[in-house]
Structures are given as C-alpha cells and as structure tokens.
C-alpha cells in the first residue's frame, strides 16, 4: 500500500498556525464546520443523484452520525454524502483552493484584531475543515466517492502536511452506507468535554438544528433501531414562523454566513400565486470583507424543492444585494437540468425582482420601527444599494424611499428625500446637492455658505457612486437634482436668515462689471467665465462649473479612473 506524504501549501500553514494558537474561545465552531460539511456533501449527492440515480443504489436515507469513542479519546463524524476520491482529498483538504485567501490573510495580518474579529474574519472566508485542529492534534480523514469502489485514509498532525494512503478494509468497512465520509478528531487534553454526550448534543442543537439531515449521537454500525435524532433534521425555512425561534433563526445564519454577527435583518415568507418560492434571507450587522470584490458570488443558497442546487447561482440576486445572505427555495424550478440552463429559466429573474422588492420593503419598515439598527445597516451597504438606483429602474421608488443623506439641515444626521422635500421652501424647485471624498470639506464648502445662509438645504454626498446614480437620475418626486457646484444658480429670491450680515442692500452694491471684465482678462485661460454671486457669504470666491458640464467631484473622480 503507497503512503504517500505531502505538504501543505503556505497558505493552509499560515491559516493553521492562526488555527491552533488564535483561538481558544468558542472553539465549539469545529463541530458546526464538520457537521455543516457533512450535510452538504449529503446535499451534494442528493442533487447528482437526481440524474444518476445509481449512486445512492438506493440508499437514499441521508444521516450524519456524531459519535466517540472514549477508550482512544477520539471524536467521530460520519455522513453518507457524496464523498471524496483521492485526488478531491488532497485538493479540498490540503490546499486552499479559494479565491480571496491571500486578502484575508493581509487583513488579518495588517489588523490586529481580537480573538472574536479574528474568529469572525476566519468564519466569513470559511477556515472550515481546519477548525477541527483547534481540539485535535490528529485528524484522520476515510472517505469513499459515492459510486466508486476505492476508500481512502488521510491523515495530518495539523503542521507541515498530510499523508494520503488507500483505506485498509477494516477502514473501509466503517463506511457503513458504502459511501461517505467519516472524520477521527484525536481530541486534545484539554477538550475532553468533546468527549461528552451532553456536551456535543448541545453544541449541534445550538449550531445544527435546523439543517435538513438528521443528526444521530450514535456509531451507525451499532444505531438501535428508533434512534432519534438530536437535532430536527428538517429545514428551516419551510417551518412556519410561529415555531421557529429568534436563536434559531440567529443559529441558521451563522451557519449559513459562518459570521459571529447577527443579522440586523431576518426577512421569512412564501410567495405564492404566479410563482412560488420560501424565502428566509438576512442583511449582516457587518459589511463582508470582500464586499467590493469584483469576483464575489452571491451568498444566497438556491434550492428547488428542497434539494441544493446552487450557493453561487449569478442572476438569482442583484449585484446591488450581494451583501444578502440566506436560502431560497423555488416551487417552479426543474430539477432535473443543469445549473448553466437553470440559471437562464426565466423564473429565476422573477424570483430575482420579487425578492428585491420584498427587502427594500422590508428595509423601510426597519427604518420606521427600528432606527438605529436602520443606521447601522445604511452605514454598511448603503453605497452598495445605491448601485441599484442607475442598475435597476423598476426598483429605484423602492430604493429612493430608504436612501439616506446628511445635509445641512442637521449636523452628522442622516435625511430622507422625502424629508428634504418637506423642508423646501417656498418657490425652490430643485433638491440642491455637492459630492466629495470628505463631510468635513463638504460642509465648509465655500459654495454652500449662501444656501446656508438662506436656510435652504443642501445634501452633502460623499460615496463615489452618488456621482454616477446623478448622471442618470434628473429627480426624485418631480424635483430636479442640482449641483451647487454647477452653472449659475439664482438665490436672490430667497431672503437670507440674518439679515444684520447685509450690511447694503443688494442694490447699493457698486457697479462690478470694471471688475468682473480685468478678472475674466486676467484668467481668461483657467476658467470660462466669472460671475458675481449670492451663493457666497463669507468666502470672496469658489469655483463652479458650467452648465451641462460634468460637476466638479465627477471630474476629479473621472480623472482618478482615467489613470
Ligand atoms: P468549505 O466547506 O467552505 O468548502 P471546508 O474547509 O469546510 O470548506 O471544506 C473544504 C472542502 O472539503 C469542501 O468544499 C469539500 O469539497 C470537502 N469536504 C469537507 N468535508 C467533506 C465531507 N464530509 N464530504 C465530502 N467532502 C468534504
Ligand atoms: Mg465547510
């Protein structure tokens, strides 16, 4: 029998160190990871098996075992799903093959976070598998690819590498169904509580309730028969409301996200009549850390008739709520094709519209029932929701309600337009705006100072996509969008606020026109025209830019792209 030993890469080095020494709280996340890996690889085969209906031969009654074995100080967990061939052995459990590693690795290097960020960082980008090092200073590894015939043994002490050799039969004969795999923790000294029934029913009630494979507290070869399950085996989403718990709710998204935050955000319904689909999805407290990551993937789960299809289907969601996480379970759907045509079925871009809908609804009533945790949210994805508002015309009603802007109406506090509409005063027409990097130079801005003066507000926009959705989006409930910092704009007609600043009226003023002509000579190839105006109150001049002309943010953040 060829042993064959290999090292890990340098990535599944640098992560395990971080593994073993980083993380000595919460360290019940192993038992979640293995116990979540288990049920997809069982979610796996139920969905190939769908067309190839002789890799279960027939068994297809899915269960993970959880089971110990005292005498050895071993943990075991056991699940009849798809399984790995040697070569899906030394890929999956030997490299990190996932995109985004080294990024993840930078942040947790350059930050030098607590031990929960650090958990948390690791649990979004998924350390999985190698949780298991946090309990067990050897980990072996059997397993068998459903429909084929050779068992193989991996085996690792967590440092330099692993050694893959074929299983022999008594390691074969383990795998109870004939398919599968099983994990042996050799457990640590100091988590010997891993050892106890109690200990590990509660962890997998707590982490695994709510996943649609049974969980069993026993070794298959020797399950009693009527055994029950320790955890409901029935997927969440389809219970009904009533009966699912806020911890369950919460517990769902952890193992769904691998976050440690709460959802600020947990929207469940049905949607019936046209078409129909269960839907329970979740907004993080915390942005992702690949959230801008052109290549990051959608987050929703996408399953039809509660068989797994897909956690990457492109379409399913906009792009603009790539930061939702969750399940989507489609009554229409066929099964029985592949993801590539799934993905075109026209049902899909229905779901996509419904399920868009229902969240900015869903967000608005969050803004009026719970304001805070609103803020939180538009502090997080708020930029990334505005990608909507050029992206997807039938969503931009929906979108324009829960949009959020500081303004000058009220120092650090966050407006809806609808509310800057109704502090507009009498004969202004348009919704004034200016656009930069920083709120702080914004607010001293010297085009401003007449607005203000006046009382008339103004939204100060800071996040690099209000300049696109502007370009493209000439008003909101009939009111224009200008720029302070655009053409000429007349506040003559509104009276300042204070008026002992006047010190003349406006008619006293000597004549500018000597002045205005020696400084248009003078600057006759900088700028296009000078103008006196009544935007300024204390700052004797600003730059504008002329009508129909780019603002003047858009023109440094067009330059910027340029490069
Ligand atoms: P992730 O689950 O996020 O992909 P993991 O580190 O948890 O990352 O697992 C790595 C890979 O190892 C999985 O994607 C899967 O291909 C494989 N794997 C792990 N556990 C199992 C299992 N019980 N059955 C089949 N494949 C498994
Ligand atoms: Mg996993």
């Not at 919460?26 to 969905?47: G, H, I, Q, T």
């Not at 407006?415 to 507009?424: C, E, G, N």
């Amino acid at each position: 029998m060829t042993n064959e030993t290999m090292n890990f890469g340098a990535d599944v080095s640098r992560l395990l160190d971080i593994v073993a020494h980083a993380l000595y709280s919460n360290r019940d996340v192993f038992l979640r990871e293995l116990v979540s890996n288990a049920a997809d690889a069982c979610d796996r085969l139920r969905y190939e098996s769908i067309r190839d209906p002789s890799l279960t031969s027939g068994d297809t009654t899915f269960k993970i075992n959880v089971f110990k074995d005292t005498g050895y100080r071993c943990l075991h967990v056991q699940d009849n799903g798809i399984g790995m061939s040697r070569q899906e052995m030394i890929d999956n459990l030997g490299t990190i093959a996932k995109s985004g590693t080294r990024a993840m690795m930078e942040q947790i290097k350059s930050n030098p976070a607590n031990d929960q960020d650090r958990l948390s960082l690791i649990g979004q980008f998924g350390v999985g598998f190698y949780a298991s090092f946090m309990v067990a200073h050897k980990v072996e590894v059997i397993s068998r690819r459903a429909g084929t015939a050779e068992t193989h043994h991996w085996e690792s002490d967590g440092r330099a590498g692993f050694t893959i050799r074929e299983a022999t039969a008594d390691e074969a004969k383990k795998l109870s169904s004939g398919r599968g795999t099983l994990i042996i923790l050799h457990v640590n000294d100091d988590a010997s509580d891993f050892l106890i029934d109690e200990k590990l029913k509660q962890v997998i009630q707590i982490w695994s309730d709510h996943i649609s494979v049974p969980v069993y507290l026993s070794d298959p070869a020797k399950t009693e028969i009527d055994e029950k399950p320790v955890n409901a085996g029935s997927a969440l989403w389809m219970r009904s409301k009533q009966d699912i718990t806020t911890e369950q709710y919460e517990e769902f998204y952890r193992h769904i996200s691998h976050g440690l935050d709460e959802p600020v955000l947990t929207s469940h319904w049905r949607a019936e009549g046209k078409i129909e689909y269960t839907a329970l999805l979740y907004i993080p407290t915390l942005r992702p850390w690949d959230m801008y990551d052109p290549g990051r993937k959608t987050s929703v789960r996408l399953y039809v008739k509660r068989v797994f299809i897909s956690d990457t289907m492109d379409g399913l969601m906009y792009p603009w709520m790539r930061f939702v996480r969750g399940v989507i379970d489609s009554e229409d759907l066929p099964l029985n094709i592949s993801r590539e045509m799934l993905q075109m079925n026209p049902v899909i871009a229905k779901i996509r519209s419904g399920v868009a809908k229902r969240i900015l609804s869903d967000l608005n009533k969050l803004s009026e029932d719970d304001p805070a945790a609103f803020k939180t949210f538009w502090g997080q994805f708020g930029p990334v929701l505005k990608e909507g508002l050029y992206d997807a015309v039938e969503h931009r009603e929906g979108l324009f309600k829960i949009a959020r802007f500081f303004s000058t109406h009220q120092e650090d506090t966050l407006t809806s337009l609808s509310d800057y509409v109704s502090r507009m005063k009498d004969g202004q027409d348009s919704i004034y705006y200016i656009t930069g990097e920083n709120l702080e130079t914004l607010k001293n801005s010297p085009q401003i100072e007449g607005f203000k003066a006046r009382g008339i507000e103004v939204l100060l926009m800071t996040d690099t996509i209000d300049d696109f959705w502007l370009q493209q989006i000439h008003d909101f409930d009939g009111k224009p969008f200008k720029s302070v910092t655009k053409g000429s704009i007349d506040l003559s007609k509104f009276e300042k606020q204070n008026k002992t600043d006047d010190k003349k009226p406006e008619s006293e003023h000597r004549d500018t026109t000597p002045l205005l002509a020696s400084l248009k000579d003078l600057l006759k190839d900088e700028v296009g025209d000078v103008r006196i105006s009544s935007r300024l109150t204390d700052s004797p001049v600003c730059l504008v830019a002329a009508e129909g002309e780019v603002d003047m943010h858009m023109e440094r953040v067009l330059k910027i792209h340029q490069k």
